[in-house]
């Protein structure tokens, strides 16, 4: 089983109160709760799915930044395998060092990489939930949910596909947010 993040702990001791607070009284006879898969919405909507777009090709081209170090730090590795027997000690000392510069550069390439994919990806889906959290708002407001959960986060162990209203978001978010490629 995962373990569960402080956030994931305090959104599910969170649902637990509201659910507690809703099943208390007259609320319960009054509540109607909907999700909203967050996934889905990134993937399937216009704007996510540039988003999706621009990520891949991102990861494509650090991808291939990367295998062509990855090849020639494999070459010089070859080098200096082929040559232990027959270059002199201070060629190998040289290529040893090289090796290690290399390959210290190349992690530090992986890592930069990494955190640049996991920047962008923050930053476009952050611009994406700022925009969606009105319209989750309007919605709640005008078919009456006393709340909206995410699907898959914050405690929520069940729901009915009935109460799912990512495809309603969806609709409205790309009406409000029409994507146009190369944003």
Not at 11 to 35: D, E, H
Request: aromatic share 4%; no cysteine; proline share 3%.
């Amino acid at each position: 089983m995962k373990a569960k993040t402080p956030s994931t702990r305090a959104a599910f001791v969170a649902g637990a109160v509201l659910l507690g607070a809703l099943a208390s009284g007259p609320v319960l006879a009054q509540s109607k709760i909907a999700v909203i898969e967050v996934e889905r919405l990134l993937q399937e909507s216009g704007r996510g799915q540039v988003a999706v777009q621009e990520l891949t090709r991102l990861r494509d081209q650090k991808q291939t930044e990367l295998q062509g170090r990855q090849e020639q730090l494999a070459a010089l590795q070859k080098q200096y395998t082929d040559g232990r027997l027959t270059l002199a000690e201070d060629r190998l000392a040289e290529m040893e060092k090289q090796l290690e510069d290399m390959t210290i550069a190349l992690q530090r390439s992986q890592d930069d990489a990494n955190r640049e994919m996991q920047k962008m990806q923050g930053e476009m889906f952050g611009e994406i939930e700022q925009a969606v959290l009105p319209i989750i708002a309007q919605v709640g407001r005008e078919f009456g949910y006393t709340a909206i959960f995410n699907k898959f986060q914050g405690g929520l162990l069940y729901s009915a596909d009935a109460a799912d209203i990512t495809n309603l978001i969806i609709e409205r978010y790309n009406a409000a947010h029409p994507a146009t490629p190369g944003e």
